[in-house]
C-alpha cells in the first residue's frame, strides 16, 4: 500500500503562486508514475500534469494545455514528494488538486486518465480570488 498526502492549498489572488507537495509513504520503492489532477466544484476530475520515471530520470512530463507554462510537476526521491508549482494562477483554476500514485509505467497519454492510477490522496483545495 502507498499512502499520498497533499498540502500546501490555501487561497491566492490571481496572478499569484502556489507550491503544491504530495508526500508518499508506504511501499514507494515500487512506484512508477504519479499525476496531479484537479476538481473544481460540480464537475469531473481533470488531468493537470504527470511524471513518469525510472531511478532519479525522469523519462517524461505531461501538462494539460490548460497549465503549460504556468505550473511545473517535479519530484524529490529522498523525501519521496512530488510538487506542483503553480505560477499566473487564474480563478478558474480553484480547485481541489488531487495527486495519485501508480507503480505502472504509464504511456504519456496513461498519464493523463484518471483510472491509470493505484493510489490517490485526499486533496488539497486552491482557491484563486480575482
Known amino acids: 500500500q502507498v499512502q499520498l498526502v497533499e498540502s500546501g492549498g490555501g487561497l491566492v489572488q490571481a496572478g499569484g503562486s502556489l507550491r503544491l507537495s504530495c508526500a508518499a509513504s508506504g511501499r514507494t520503492a515500487a512506484m512508477r508514475s504519479m499525476g496531479w489532477f484537479r476538481q473544481a466544484s460540480g464537475k469531473e476530475r481533470d488531468f493537470v500534469a504527470g511524471?513518469?520515471?525510472?531511478?532519479?530520470?525522469?523519462?517524461?512530463?505531461e501538462y494539460a494545455d490548460s497549465v503549460k507554462g504556468r505550473f511545473t510537476i517535479s519530484r524529490h526521491n529522498a523525501k519521496q514528494t512530488v510538487y506542483l508549482e503553480m505560477h499566473s494562477l487564474k480563478p478558474e483554476d480553484t480547485s481541489v488538486f488531487y495527486c495519485?500514485?501508480?507503480?505502472?509505467?504509464?504511456?504519456?497519454?496513461?498519464?493523463?486518465?484518471?483510472?491509470?492510477?493505484?493510489?490517490w490522496g485526499q486533496g488539497t483545495q486552491v482557491t484563486v480570488s480575482s
Open positions: 511524471t513518469r520515471w525510472i531511478g532519479d530520470t525522469t523519462i517524461y512530463e
Open positions: 495519485a500514485a501508480t507503480s505502472l509505467p504509464l504511456t504519456a497519454q496513461a498519464l493523463r486518465i484518471p483510472t491509470s492510477y493505484e493510489y
